[in-house]
């Protein structure tokens, strides 16, 4: 399986900072990004899918693309307590278009 | 619309027994993979499978393993002679296949939690 690393956490945020995620990955080739979140012995739950360099925004996430530097983030604006979970960056292998790996996550913590 | 279903949600098993666990997934989705997380590790691709085809196991150990998705039913992951080694949650995904995009957003069962005593 393909590398993915994500910064070490635990990550703790004041309520209503910003919390920023990253993620780096080795395929080269890879198209498809995805951030899951996974509250603690639940299944994850996609938030976010990217394809193309730049920047996507979904609410109060907003995700980033760097292919040339295989580097995805997330971010995360006005965290709520309800965002305190383990954030699971995915790419998906460029050579077969369905097998995913994951890094081993990110555990946010969002203090009231 | 029902989500990825899997049954059961806890397996209890001792050393030297069969689980079997259950997936069925979206409506209208005909892909199926799972994924096995042991603890405080990340989610690992074990094997992808198509209505009554195996399009790729290369993450599923040789031995003891074995993954069916037939015709009619959910799929099937089938682990024989556990280990407690194989203490994990095992979750199921399940996807349409974007043509329209050419990208495969894979959506997961709520996992089995099988415990080997």
């Known amino acids: 399986q393909k590398e993915v690393e994500q910064n070490s956490g635990p990550l703790s945020v004041p309520e209503g900072a910003i919390a920023s995620l990253n993620c780096t990955y080795s395929d080269r080739v890879s198209q498809s990004f995805f951030w899951y979140r996974q509250y603690s012995g639940k299944s994850p739950e996609l938030i976010m899918s990217?394809?193309?360099?730049g920047d996507k925004e979904d609410g109060r996430f907003t995700a980033q693309l760097n292919k040339a530097s295989q580097y995805v983030s997330l971010l995360i604006r006005d965290s709520q307590p309800s965002d305190s979970a383990t954030y699971l960056c995915a790419v998906m292998e460029g050579s077969n278009d369905y097998k995913l790996s994951f890094g081993a996550g990110t555990t946010v913590t969002v203090r009231a | 619309n029902a989500g990825v279903m899997q049954n059961p949600r806890h397996l209890v098993r001792r050393r030297g027994q069969e689980a079997r666990l259950r997936c069925s997934p979206m409506?209208?989705?005909?892909?199926v993979y799972w994924y096995r997380q042991l603890p405080e590790e990340g989610l690992k691709f074990m094997v992808y499978?198509?209505?009554?085809?195996?399009?790729?196991e290369s993450g599923m150990p040789k031995e003891r393993f074995s993954a069916e998705f037939p015709k009619e039913g959910p799929s099937i992951l089938r682990i024989q002679q556990v280990v407690r080694g194989d203490s994990a949650a095992y979750f199921c995904?399940?996807?349409?296949?974007?043509?329209?995009?050419?990208?495969?957003?894979?959506?997961f069962g709520p996992g089995t939690r099988l415990t080997v005593l």
């Open positions: 990217i394809y193309s360099n």
């Open positions: 995904a399940s996807s349409p296949w974007d043509t329209s995009s050419n990208t495969d957003t894979q959506y």
């Open positions: 409506k209208g989705h005909s892909h």
């Open positions: 499978l198509q209505k009554e085809n195996i399009i790729d």
